[in-house]
């Protein structure tokens, strides 16, 4: 977490001018054999341990002289007065990711589910975020937890699960507004996950399950429906064109027996009916002969 003041903060530059000095002193001290260069050489030491700071590329820092504001500070090497001068916390203005959660939270439509959102944001005014508000970092993950919240009630589950995209924009609209005036821009929120609780997810399962069953069914009929229709409308040109029922019976009986040893068997009384008697023995003498 960050703290409010930084008073110092390691770095490798400053350890190393401490170094120097100290060791310049121990040899002038030993070279003139007088110890006031030692006291001289520590002193040193510690004033540009504490007075020399390395920002890092990605960061601002807000320098402070007798608590007053005095500007920003970095990249690069900062020379400050020690107890004159502070360095505020350094600000990163990469992005950066926060995940929240929101657990046990109603729908619209009364259903609780836990919900998990990844937010992506950066600092693009680190004077702002530092003046503004105490510690802009859990700022924004409470505000985004809160504004998760109320978005859920908003939505009913449906929407919540088929349209992810629609609630990460929202969110990312009301994020935006409140957190501009801080100096931070919100630049996306994905939903990464909503659950709901098992014995609905069940239930649900089995809605779904039955409700394809239904369709199912429903499209059966209506293809026996349809087929019904058909073999109406066939009786009805057959009735009103006998020639066209033997056509069609003769075709029949040709799909039948086409195939090299095969063998149909045909009611007597349909064969008297159609008059079909010579046409089976015609189609038995052609497939004999093939």
């Known amino acids: 977490m960050l703290t409010r003041i930084e008073m110092s ?9 401490f170094v120097i000095c100290l060791t310049a002193g121990v040899l002038i001290a030993d070279a003139r054999n007088n110890p006031a260069w030692l006291i001289a050489g520590g002193l040193a030491g510690l004033y540009f341990l504490f007075a020399i700071k390395v920002v890092q590329q990605w960061e601002k820092v807000a320098l402070l002289r007798l608590g007053k504001y005095a500007g920003l500070r970095g990249p690069g090497l900062v020379f400050i007065v020690p107890v004159i001068e ?5 600000v990163d203005q990469r992005v950066r990711v926060a995940s929240v959660s929101a657990e046990s939270t109603l729908t619209r ?12 944001w950066l600092v693009w005014n680190a004077e702002k975020s ?5 510690n ?5 993950n409470l505000s985004a937890q809160t504004a998760l919240r109320e978005s859920i009630g908003r939505h009913e589950l449906a929407q919540m699960i088929t349209e992810r995209e629609t609630l990460g924009r929202e969110l990312q609209r009301i994020l935006d507004e409140k957190t501009n005036p801080w100096g931070i821009t919100v630049q996306s929120v994905e939903i990464r996950d909503v659950r709901i609780p098992q014995g609905l997810e069940d239930a649900m399962s089995r809605q779904a399950q039955a409700e394809r069953e239904r369709q199912a069914r429903i499209i059966l009929g209506q293809a026996e429906t349809e087929i019904s229709n058909s073999f109406v409308q066939a009786a009805a040109a057959y009735t009103e064109n006998p020639t066209a029922l033997h056509l ?3 075709n029949m009986l040709y799909e039948a027996i086409k195939e090299r040893g095969s063998m149909v068997i045909v009611p007597s009384s349909a064969v008297e009916t159609m008059g079909l008697g010579g046409t089976l023995a015609t ?5 004999a002969k093939t």
Do not use: W
């Open 9 to 17: 903060r390691t770095n490798r530059v400053a350890a190393a001018a």
């Open 86 to 90: 502070a360095l505020s916390s350094y």
């Open 109 to 120: 439509d009364t259903v609780p589910v836990n919900v998990d959102a990844i937010v992506f």
């Open 130 to 134: 530092i003046l503004e508000v105490e």
């Open 136 to 140: 802009f970092v859990e700022a924004i």
């Open 248 to 250: 069609r019976a003769m």
């Open 283 to 287: 189609a038995s003498l052609g497939g």
